[in-house]
Nanobody, 123 residues
Framework: EVQLQASGGGLVQAGGSLRLSCAAS????????IGWFRQAPGKEREGVSC????????YYVDSVKGRFTISVDNAKNTVYLQMNSLKAEDTAVYFC????????????????WGQGTQVTVSS
């Protein structure tokens, strides 16, 4: 059974940092894209970042470029999202997902999803 376990969320002040983790079980990350998505109250889910486990290519939505860094540890089957310089507008539930997307940050192209982890940034 494919499972994704997201963790690392919490409450942080603006300007602070958090590191989210997404641990996979039941399959290998090989040849997949692993993405992070977020959904704020009253808003649609948006793609934040993704990484190709094959060649390490990364993608970021413009609003997090320079602040967030995605990385993968294939040996641990875990993907991380280091979030620095957090802003109030980063507050959302963050989800990790795995798939073979043709459009890297399009959530509809991801097949497996983990449960969300709440990130709250106080201003």
């Amino acid at each position: 059974e494919v499972q994704l376990q997201a963790s690392g969320g919490g409450l942080v002040q603006a300007g602070g940092s958090l590191r989210l983790s997404c641990a996979a079980s039941g399959f290998s990350f090989d040849d997949h894209h692993i993405g992070w998505f977020r959904q704020a109250p009253g808003k649609e889910r948006e793609g934040v970042s993704c990484i190709s486990s094959d060649d390490g290519t990364t993608y970021y939505v413009d609003s997090v470029k320079g602040r967030f860094t995605i990385s993968v540890d294939n040996a641990k089957n875990t993907v991380y999202l280091q979030m620095n310089s957090l802003k109030a507008e980063d507050t959302a539930v963050y989800f990790c997902a795995v798939g073979w997307p043709s459009i890297p940050l399009l959530d509809a192209e991801y097949d497996y999803w983990g449960q969300g982890t709440q990130v709250t940034v106080s201003s």
